[in-house]
């Protein structure tokens, strides 16, 4: 069965630790959640280091369909998932769609978890 993931605003930037910070709002908790589970796929986690280690910062869908052992329909969903999540951006050009982490994005949820 599969979820379905609403569209997240983009991660805050805020300097606070939401998990350890205090309560968590159900607002607060259900975005977190979602990206935390976006990520909780080993093809995806690979995908955002894939792209993070680009020299440019992004990568085109081409390039990631060949570095993972993944059929580009799959690596197309894991993307569409991290796209959905708020984690990377899509930009399309001509025939082929690149990839970028969104800036803060992962040092916002790491800094969700410090103590």
Not at 68 to 87: E, F, N
Request: charged fraction near 20%; charge should be neutral; proline fraction near 3%.
């Amino acid at each position: 069965m599969a979820t379905e993931l609403t569209v997240l605003e983009p991660v805050s930037t805020s300097c606070c630790s939401p998990v350890t910070g205090g309560v968590l709002s159900d607002a607060e908790a259900r975005s977190l959640a979602a990206r935390f589970k976006a990520m909780g796929d080993p093809s995806r986690l690979r995908l955002l280091s894939l792209i993070a280690a680009t020299e440019s910062g992004e990568a085109c869908v081409c390039d990631l369909n060949e570095s993972l052992d993944l059929s580009q329909g799959t690596v197309s969903h894991h993307l569409g998932i991290l796209v959905k999540a708020g984690l990377l951006t899509r930009t399309k050009r001509g025939q082929w769609s690149f990839y970028a982490l969104v800036p803060g994005a992962m040092s916002t949820l790491a800094r969700a978890l410090d103590a």
